[in-house]
């Protein structure tokens, strides 16, 4: 079957322009996961949905960052005045119902700020 | 707090050697999970194996080969007769139960496999 699909797979924005990021789970899965990976942090949880409903945001940088979950499906994850040191790649996650379910995570949308 | 600890930053060997990339994890909870992630250089996550922390049993699977030892928080993962295909970056996860389901990664260990 299909697997976490992100889109686009690739951004490159001006520095403090907002961007939106997409994360179609799949299908069945009701957990979605946020990550982030760059060169001097490694993988980062950024926030955790269960349904439409995000349990754990601790993640998330800054209050510039926010997601949302809506039909318990589709996931965006917003950034607001985007910083240089918001470039990385984000990786989104899904798994069957939540802990100690394997995540599977999609290619991932490599974001680059100028 | 959770912790994940790959010492090794890097690997490099001839293909068909084996080798082992160590995973150290810390964890305050009795019940988590362990997990090993290829990441390819085209990037995606690749997920490899799960582990409990009441199954301390060894896993094979083909070349891939896991040993969980709870005594020392290990979760070493090694792979026999390597092949260039095993060139990869391989991270080493834990998922603490209580931990609110996310996963905590190791740094990596970028793996190449030379001709």
């Known amino acids: 079957g299909a697997g976490v699909s992100q889109s686009p797979s690739n951004k490159v924005t001006e520095k403090g322009k907002d961007v939106e990021l997409r994360c179609d789970p799949i299908?069945?899965?009701?957990?979605l996961y946020w990550y982030r990976q760059s060169l001097g942090q490694g993988l980062e949880f950024l926030i955790y949905?269960?349904?439409?409903?995000?349990?754990?945001k601790s993640g998330l940088p800054s209050d510039r960052f926010s997601a949302e979950r809506t039909g318990g499906s589709v996931s965006t994850l917003t950034i607001q005045r985007t910083q240089q040191e918001d470039s990385a790649v984000y990786l989104c996650?899904?798994?069957?119902?939540?802990?100690?379910?394997?995540?599977?995570f999609g290619p991932g949308t490599r974001l680059l700020v100028l | 707090a959770q912790k994940v600890t790959q010492a090794q930053t890097e690997i490099s060997v001839v293909e068909k050697e084996d080798v082992t990339l160590d995973c150290v994890y810390e964890?305050?909870?009795?019940?988590?999970?362990l997990f090993w992630y290829k990441q390819p250089p085209s990037g995606e996550l690749v997920f490899l194996i799960r582990?409990?922390?009441?199954?301390?049993q060894n896993e094979i699977s083909g070349r891939y080969s896991w040993n969980f030892q709870k005594s020392t928080s290990s979760f070493n993962f090694t792979i026999t007769a390597s092949q260039v295909v095993d060139s990869a970056v391989y991270f080493c996860?834990?998922?603490?139960?209580?931990?609110?389901?996310?996963?905590?990664f190791g740094k990596g260990t970028k793996l190449t496999v030379n001709p």
């Open positions: 582990r409990n922390s009441f199954d301390e």
């Open positions: 996860a834990l998922s603490e139960k209580g931990g609110s389901e996310k996963l905590v």
């Open positions: 299908s069945g899965h009701t957990a």
């Open positions: 996650a899904s798994s069957l119902v939540a802990w100690a379910e394997t995540q599977y």
């Open positions: 964890t305050r909870d009795t019940t988590y999970y």
């Open positions: 949905f269960q349904g439409n409903s995000a349990p754990d």
